[in-house]
């Protein structure tokens, strides 16, 4: 017979009504304390795994309605269809996207609420979900019922549940991306302008990182400094300079960083520039501070003054040319401003009038220019 510890509970009753109906004993009755008594332990082992059970499906219920919540008000939207592509349930948020009480769409096909033009872009994702089994993303436009113009969503879609069910259902993500393709559209746009403008700038515009790392140079400076920008941006700013600047660059930087002392920004300054091919040309370079969150940046604004300095080199040489000619000329010169105010007089004038340092050096004021001639010879 089989040990008492091994039997089941229908087990244990039915011996123990067997002893019940033979006739009574010491054995018997041993026996039959023995089988209450695991009787007992029984019960109470039962009365644990029930309450076990109760606690485990109280939790499930706990779980189940937190999920619910999760699920209906979330601010995406939610919806499961079956392989035919007919809606079988769907949260609030999928239901106002649609613009159509949750409950009258239990059932109804979802590409209906598509727009005829992504029709076969539904099937395509659809047909793709169904065939590889795994996760679909597309977007398309959806019908609003306020309004005759489609508003855009992006569909991502994945098997719910495990591919061996008889009925397979797939949830879908449906996301309104209209406001985020509308933001994207916008910073392509100011980018296409800021760049528009920044390629027709005469100035050659440079933007580097407090690392003094290039970000972006513009067409005027490749022009300028003989570099593509596909070859200078992601370098550091000295090779577009000479010592002292070049070794010292990197300092001004750092020191700026720990100090907030400007010693370059905001501060226009004439330097010489380095071309790729190694020769020098003067320019002259303003650089001003952004900041972009938290990061901080540096444009420079470059201008290349090789004219410029070329043209004060040619006015120098002329002036000193008429200097020389007026310094060595046997006439006297003397030239004075629309005031009288004598503005310079030639040595031969100064010897004939004797009026050296208060004419040349101190401009007193004369008259008329008849005050330095002689009466007798005035008419």
């Given at each position: 017979?089989?040990?008492?510890?091994?039997?089941?509970?229908?087990?244990?009753?039915?011996?123990?009504?067997?002893?019940?109906?033979?006739?009574?004993?010491?054995?018997?009755?041993?026996?039959?304390?023995r089988i209450l008594q695991e009787l007992q332990v029984h019960q109470v082992e039962l009365e644990t795994q029930n309450r076990e059970l109760r606690e485990a499906q109280?939790?499930?219920?706990?779980?189940?309605?937190?999920?619910?919540?999760?699920?209906?008000?979330?601010?995406?939207?939610?919806?499961?269809?079956?392989?035919?592509?007919?809606?079988?349930?769907?949260?609030?948020?999928?239901?106002?996207?649609?613009?159509?009480?949750?409950?009258?769409?239990?059932?109804?096909?979802?590409?209906?609420?598509?727009?005829?033009?992504?029709?076969?872009?539904?099937?395509?994702?659809?047909?793709?979900?169904?065939?590889?089994?795994?996760?679909?993303?597309?977007?398309?436009?959806?019908k609003r019922r306020s309004s005759c113009k489609g508003y855009l969503v992006e569909l991502r879609s994945g098997l719910r549940g495990g591919k061996s069910e008889e009925?397979?259902?797939?949830?879908?993500?449906?996301?309104?991306?209209?406001?985020?393709?509308?933001?994207?559209?916008?910073?392509?746009?100011s980018e296409s302008r800021l760049r528009a403008i920044l390629n027709t700038a005469a100035e050659g515009i440079i933007t580097i990182d407090e690392h003094g790392l290039?970000?972006?140079?513009?067409?005027?400076?490749?022009?300028?400094?003989?570099?593509?920008?596909?070859?200078?941006?992601?370098?550091?700013?000295?090779?577009?300079?000479?010592?002292?600047?070049?070794?010292?660059?990197?300092?001004?930087?750092?020191?700026?960083?720990?100090?907030?002392?400007?010693?370059?920004?905001?501060?226009?300054?004439?330097?010489?520039?380095?071309?790729?091919?190694?020769?020098?040309?003067?320019?002259?370079?303003?650089?001003?501070?952004?900041?972009?969150?938290?990061?901080?940046?540096?444009?420079?604004?470059?201008?290349?003054?090789?004219?410029?300095?070329?043209?004060?080199?040619?006015?120098?040489?002329?002036?000193?040319?008429?200097?020389?000619?007026?310094?060595?000329?046997?006439?006297?010169?003397?030239?004075?401003?629309?005031?009288?105010?004598?503005?310079?007089?030639?040595?031969?004038?100064?010897?004939?009038?004797?009026?050296?340092?208060?004419?040349?050096?101190?401009?007193?004021?004369?008259?008329?220019?008849?005050?330095?001639?002689?009466?007798?010879?005035?008419?």
């Amino acid at each position: 017979m089989k040990p008492l510890e091994q039997m089941t509970r229908s087990e244990l009753i039915q011996r123990i009504q067997a002893l019940e109906k033979g006739a009574p004993s010491v054995g018997a009755s041993l026996e039959h304390e023995r089988i209450l008594q695991e009787l007992q332990v029984h019960q109470v082992e039962l009365e644990t795994q029930n309450r076990e059970l109760r606690e485990a499906q109280l939790q499930l219920e706990i779980s189940r309605d937190r999920y619910a919540d999760l699920f209906d008000f979330a601010p995406v939207g939610f919806v499961t269809m079956d392989a035919n592509g007919l809606i079988h349930d769907l949260n609030l948020a999928a239901a106002e996207l649609l613009e159509v009480e949750r409950g009258r769409l239990i059932g109804v096909p979802f590409h209906l609420y598509v727009v005829p033009q992504d029709l076969a872009l539904f099937r395509e994702h659809f047909q793709q979900l169904i065939s590889e089994k795994g996760v679909a993303t597309c977007e398309l436009r959806l019908k609003r019922r306020s309004s005759c113009k489609g508003y855009l969503v992006e569909l991502r879609s994945g098997l719910r549940g495990g591919k061996s069910e008889e009925r397979q259902l797939y949830r879908t993500s449906v996301l309104d991306i209209g406001a985020r393709k509308e933001a994207e559209q916008a910073v392509r746009d100011s980018e296409s302008r800021l760049r528009a403008i920044l390629n027709t700038a005469a100035e050659g515009i440079i933007t580097i990182d407090e690392h003094g790392l290039i970000e972006s140079f513009n067409q005027a400076a490749e022009q300028m400094f003989g570099r593509s920008a596909g070859e200078t941006v992601g370098q550091n700013v000295r090779v577009l300079m000479t010592s002292p600047h070049h070794e010292q660059h990197d300092q001004y930087l750092a020191n700026y960083r720990d100090t907030g002392v400007r010693k370059i920004i905001g501060i226009g300054r004439e330097a010489l520039g380095v071309r790729k091919d190694g020769s020098l040309f003067p320019l002259e370079i303003a650089v001003s501070e952004m900041r972009l969150g938290e990061d901080r940046k540096f444009t420079g604004l470059v201008r290349d003054i090789t004219w410029r300095k070329k043209a004060e080199e040619s006015l120098r040489a002329s002036e000193a040319q008429f200097r020389s000619l007026n310094e060595a000329s046997p006439l006297g010169i003397r030239m004075a401003d629309l005031q009288g105010q004598c503005i310079y007089t030639n040595p031969r004038w100064q010897d004939m009038s004797g009026l050296i340092l208060h004419c040349y050096k101190k401009r007193l004021r004369i008259r008329s220019a008849d005050a330095m001639i002689f009466p007798a010879n005035r008419n």
